[in-house]
């Protein structure tokens, strides 16, 4: 199981960026799908995640900017940020949690390579 994560760079604040991440191998469902940030000197931290039905939940610091979504029929999760701000300035890593090769087979829980989003003038 890959996840290729993409749509990083380098945008103004007030601006906006839309990360993409597919999970591809063999997959039968994905649980959970989210992202996660980590600035240097910092913890690597949830800044948004949804269920394969489409629950989210949000990091405080990201609610009402940024938008979580999916497409569980291509296994891929988007994350929309928008009115960004310099503190949002992270690399960016995608997880998919429950990764099942069968319905009820266990689930594995794997990580993207980060993306680079960087907020300044």
């Known amino acids: 199981v890959q996840l290729q994560a993409s749509g990083g760079g380098l945008v103004q604040p007030g601006g906006s960026l839309r990360l993409s991440c597919a999970a591809s191998?063999?997959?039968?469902?994905?649980?959970?799908m989210g992202w996660y940030r980590q600035s240097p000197g910092k913890e690597r931290e949830l800044v948004a995640s949804?269920?394969?039905?489409?629950?989210?939940n949000y990091a405080n610091s990201v609610k009402g900017r940024f938008t979580v979504s999916r497409d569980n029929a291509k296994l891929t999760v988007f994350l929309q940020m928008n009115s960004q701000k310099p503190e949002d300035t992270a690399v960016y890593y995608c997880?998919?949690?429950?990764?099942?090769?069968?319905?009820?087979?266990?689930?594995?829980?794997?990580w993207g390579q980060g993306t680079l989003v960087t907020v300044s003038s």
């Open positions: 997880n998919a949690d429950g990764v099942r090769r069968t319905w009820s087979g266990p689930g594995y829980l794997y």
């Open positions: 191998g063999s997959i039968f469902r994905i649980d959970v």
């Open positions: 949804i269920t394969r039905g489409g629950n989210t």
